[in-house]
């Protein structure tokens, strides 16, 4: 897929588009936008993110880190949902939802002090330094402890592993996980780890991995909403709620329906339906090939065509043997105009989804063709220096042919019987998709116009019909983009915002095209947190690096 890094037009495109195109309303072409609001999240990176969540609910609660960390977890990493319960049901609802004591237990050595302990679990007294106290104030044996940690780990359950106390939902201290497991079971131990810090993209909805095959490697992360579309610094370009490819303006529920039509035999059975009729004997479908109604299925079987009842084998002009079938039958007519009126319709769609696809694929080709145009030019010594509003047209008629492409499927959707039956009435549905395919029409006239200007061999043109491509190029472009906005537009507000019982979101349109996520920078906290870590683990043998080097092999990714 392409990116939109290159789409900035110049200061002399600026001035003529300024002077000579109407109706720019809309912000223009070459303006910087924000900041990438997503950022890419390696290996190097995960850590870092994480520490940064947690930093942050530390200093606020002023809690210790892995009382922290239960808390995010709980709410999925969500901090400004968690901010949002703190300021609503206080800071005891919070605690208590989550599993986290309120008032930490302080005198968790004192029961080591005694000579011997009685466990409740094993029913057995054993040595006061044999024995841990958790921070809501529960004492065992470590060897308890330790069965309780080795069997919820095994059961995948280590990033929320409950006190054994009886009705006690405090969640037990990782750093005391940790320590018991690893000197019977290090690898357990590892696994645990591991399960902690993959947490933050496993329960966190704002971060997902990227979907690409072979893995890179990255996880995205999105500031503000998830139901947009991302490019991960591999050049993958998804979906980032349903982690397919960008199908915007398709909600994901259309997409998703649409690629399982398209895939499966659904289409095939409405063919069969409409052309065959099935043999009353064998019951299987049978083509008519001549004009004759009395057909013969390869069993042997005679029957009508046109009611498909069997018959006789003779016939003359004015009747078939055995039978008559000049009554008409509402129900079994009905059923086979409408299998027929879906196939048509589905075909209607799908040609032009295909037809624009195809149309996609063979514009992707076009990126080298324009490099060595330009270099033609170059080499000519034109007077026209400036080639950037062929690369920027080239863009902009990728990603209108792309939302061009999408809107098939998401016409065949929005105005059938398959999700918004309830939703419309039959005159509400004939005037919104007669405004929607108005719209659809101006974008498709407009993309073939740019897509024909692009593909001329301007570079063996003189430099007066250069000049009229170029504005052309620039006129359309522009044109374009306005036109995909009043697209989205439409749909967001007059279709989708509509509608009353279903709720389906789509990726907003950008007019930069989808957005490269950044890679999220490793600065000087990560060090100090690694080195925090490493201190953790020397007490089980084992260095953080060693378990980031384990998250991130084949054998784990897949």
Request: glycine share 4%; aromatic share 10%; proline share 3%.
């Amino acid at each position: 897929m392409w990116s939109g890094d290159e789409d900035y037009y110049s200061s002399s495109d600026r001035e003529l588009e300024d002077d000579d195109i109407e109706n720019e309303d809309s912000e223009p072409l070459w303006v910087h936008s924000k900041g990438p609001s997503s950022k890419v999240i390696t290996k190097e990176s995960l850590l870092a993110a994480q520490k940064e969540d947690l930093r942050r609910v530390v200093e606020m609660l002023s809690i210790r880190e892995h009382h922290a960390r239960t808390l995010l977890i709980h709410h999925r990493w969500d901090v400004e949902k968690l901010l949002a319960i703190l300021v609503e049901k206080g800071k005891a609802f919070l605690f208590a939802q989550a599993g986290v004591p309120i008032v930490e237990n302080n005198h968790r050595d004192v029961s080591q002090s005694s000579s011997t302990v009685f466990c409740n679990i094993c029913i057995e007294d054993v040595p006061g330094h044999e024995v841990t106290t958790m921070d809501c104030g529960h004492c065992f044996c470590n060897s308890c402890w330790t069965e309780h940690f080795i069997v919820k780990i095994n059961e995948g359950q280590s990033k929320r592993i409950r006190c054994m106390a009886h009705k006690c939902f405090a969640i037990c201290d990782e750093a005391v996980v940790k320590r018991l497991v690893s000197k019977r079971h290090p690898d357990l131990a590892e696994k645990f780890d591991r399960f902690l810090l993959e947490s933050y993209i496993e329960d966190n909805k704002m971060v997902k991995w990227c979907p690409s095959v072979p893995h890179c490697g990255n996880a995205i992360r999105v500031e503000d909403d998830e139901f947009c579309e991302v490019e991960c610094s591999c050049s993958l370009q998804f979906c980032f709620n349903c982690l397919s490819e960008a199908h915007s303006p398709c909600s994901c529920l259309m997409w998703e329906l649409w690629t399982k039509k398209c895939r499966d035999e659904s289409e095939t059975v409405n063919w069969i339906t409409v052309h065959t009729k099935p043999c009353p004997k064998c019951h299987k479908p049978v083509e008519k090939n001549g004009g004759c109604n009395l057909v013969s299925c390869i069993c042997g079987q005679a029957f009508c065509w046109l009611c498909g009842g069997a018959t006789g084998r003779d016939h003359t002009w004015s009747s078939i043997a055995g039978h008559s079938c000049g009554r008409f039958k509402e129900d079994r007519e009905k059923v086979a105009e409408r299998a027929k009126r879906d196939l048509y319709r589905y075909m209607h769609y799908h040609n032009r989804y295909k037809a624009h696809t195809d149309s996609f694929k063979q514009e992707s080709r076009l990126k080298e063709t324009i490099r060595d145009k330009i270099s033609n030019l170059e080499a000519k010594d034109s007077k026209l220096r400036d080639f950037s509003w062929v690369t920027n047209g080239l863009y902009r008629l990728f990603r209108s042919r792309r939302a061009l492409s999408f809107s098939y499927p998401f016409a065949f959707y929005m105005f059938g019987d398959d999700l918004f039956k309830d939703e419309m009435t039959n005159e509400e549905r004939d005037l919104k998709q007669h405004l929607f395919e108005d719209q659809q029409q101006q974008l498709e006239a407009n993309v073939e116009k740019l897509s024909k200007f692009i593909e001329e061999p301007f570079d063996e043109f003189d430099e007066n019909r250069i000049m009229e491509i170029r504005m052309q190029i620039i006129n359309l472009s522009v044109i374009t983009d306005n036109l995909c906005k009043k697209m989205y537009e439409c749909i967001e507000n007059d279709l989708l915002g509509c509608l009353q019982f279903s709720n389906h979101n789509i990726a907003p349109y950008q007019s930069k095209g989808i957005e490269r996520a950044v890679e999220l920078p490793v600065g000087w906290n990560t060090k100090m947190t690694c080195s925090q870590y490493q201190k953790v683990d020397m007490s089980s043998g084992r260095v953080f690096s060693n378990l980031l080097a384990l998250l991130w092999c084949p054998k784990f990714l897949s």
